[in-house]
T-cell receptor, first 116, second 107 residues
Framework: QVQLVESGGGLVNPGGSLRLSCTVSGFTFSDYYMSWIRQAPGKGLEWVSF????????YYADSVKGRFTISRDNAKNSLFLQMNSLRVEDTALYYC?????????WGQGTLVSVAS | EIVLTQSPGTLSLSPGERATLSCRASESITSSLAWYQQRPGQAPRLLIY???SRATGIPDRFGGSGSGTDFTLTISRLEPEDFAVYYC?????????FGQGTKLEIK
């Protein structure tokens, strides 16, 4: 069955960095666009970034552009999100999801907390 | 950026009743709309795409309709597990955006 497992979240000071990972199984990773979507505590959903199958099409939300970098390793069935210059407002549960326009499977998320 | 406005914010109903949730787009997105269900402590689950197509494994009590700017998610007979938060999401134009959610609670 389709599974997506995120890792790498944690507590970090403002200005710090984290690298999130998402390892997938149950489908051919290289056939799909992949997304990162976040949810601040008690709030709604916000698209953060997505990447095409081969990595040549990338989208970033304006709120993270220039600070976050998405990447993927198709040989290792893995998606990554490098987050630099973190801000308090980046605090959220970060979900990895299959697809870009219509994310049809989601992981359980990894929590990123930015606080001093 | 296309703004999606969901109404009502909270809907209080009883099991067995019919639920009608609305989503309005700030401009036409044709039929490029999806609906998700999020139960407490869980990830969102895709219910409907292309405004009216049910995702794999979704019970037929869930139905979507609409096009252009006005969309509806209907749950014909509420089951206890249907009480959750529901989000609409448009993919007609980048950036893809979500509505703010409708909480469906037990009356």
């Amino acid at each position: 069955q389709v599974q997506l497992v995120e890792s790498g979240g944690g507590l970090v000071n403002p200005g710090g960095s984290l690298r999130l990972s998402c390892t997938v199984s149950g489908f051919t990773f290289s056939d799909y666009y992949m997304s990162w979507i976040r949810q601040a505590p008690g709030k709604g959903l916000e698209w953060v970034s997505f990447m095409s199958r081969g990595g040549n099409t990338i989208y970033y939300a304006d709120s993270v552009k220039g600070r976050f970098t998405i990447s993927r390793d198709n040989a290792k069935n893995s998606l990554f999100l490098q987050m630099n210059s973190l801000r308090v407002e980046d605090t959220a549960l970060y979900y990895c999801a299959r697809g870009s326009k219509i994310p049809d499977f989601w992981g359980q998320g990894t929590l990123v907390s930015v606080a001093s | 950026e296309i703004v999606l406005t969901q109404s009502p914010g909270t809907l209080s109903l009883s099991p067995g009743e019919r639920a009608t949730l609305s989503c309005r787009a700030s401009e036409s997105i044709t039929s490029s709309l999806a609906w998700y269900q999020q139960r407490p402590g869980q990830a969102p689950r895709l219910l409907i795409y292309d405004a009216s197509s049910r995702a794999t494994g979704i019970p037929d009590r869930f139905g979507g309709s609409g096009s252009g700017t006005d969309f509806t998610l209907t749950i014909s007979r509420l089951e206890p597990e249907d009480f959750a938060v529901y989000y609409c999401q448009q993919y007609g134009y980048s950036p893809y955006t979500f509505g703010q959610g409708t909480k469906l609670e037990i009356k």
